[in-house]
């Protein structure tokens, strides 16, 4: 069974950093594609970054330069690290797995339950 754990959540000032993890469990992880995504209240579900098999990335415009997403494949752990942090980055995070590559399209078969971030100005 698969399941996705997210943490490293939390409340900071604008400007400020956070680390995402994503810990998976019950499958193959170097055999999945992952992403993050996030969600702010009365909005939809929106791609922030992806990872393919080969390592390529890629990222919403909005975060594009100041969040980078990696994985330790010996770890079983998706990260992303946010740095930069802007008021209209809080939403509740999101990792995400699929045997298929959605790229920034919440398709994916596998989410975790979330970790929220919250940016004060």
């Known amino acids: 069974q698969v399941q996705l754990v997210e943490s490293g959540g939390g409340s900071v000032q604008s400007g400020g950093s956070l680390r995402l993890s994503c810990a998976a469990s019950?499958?193959?992880?170097?055999?999945?594609?992952m992403g993050w995504f996030r969600q702010a209240p009365g909005k939809e579900r929106e791609g922030v970054a992806a990872?393919?098999?080969?390592?390529?990335?890629s990222y919403a415009d909005s975060v594009k330069g100041r969040f980078t997403i990696s994985q330790d494949n010996a770890k079983n752990t998706l990260y992303l690290q946010m740095n930069s942090l802007k008021p209209e980055d809080t939403a509740m995070y999101y990792c995400?797995?699929?045997?298929?590559?959605?790229?920034?399209?919440?398709?994916?078969?596998?989410w975790g339950q979330g970790t929220q971030v919250t940016v004060a100005s």
């Open positions: 019950g499958y193959t992880y170097s055999s999945y594609y």
């Open positions: 995400a797995a699929d045997h298929i590559y959605w790229w920034l399209l919440p398709n994916y078969n596998y």
């Open positions: 990872i393919d098999s080969d390592g390529s990335t």
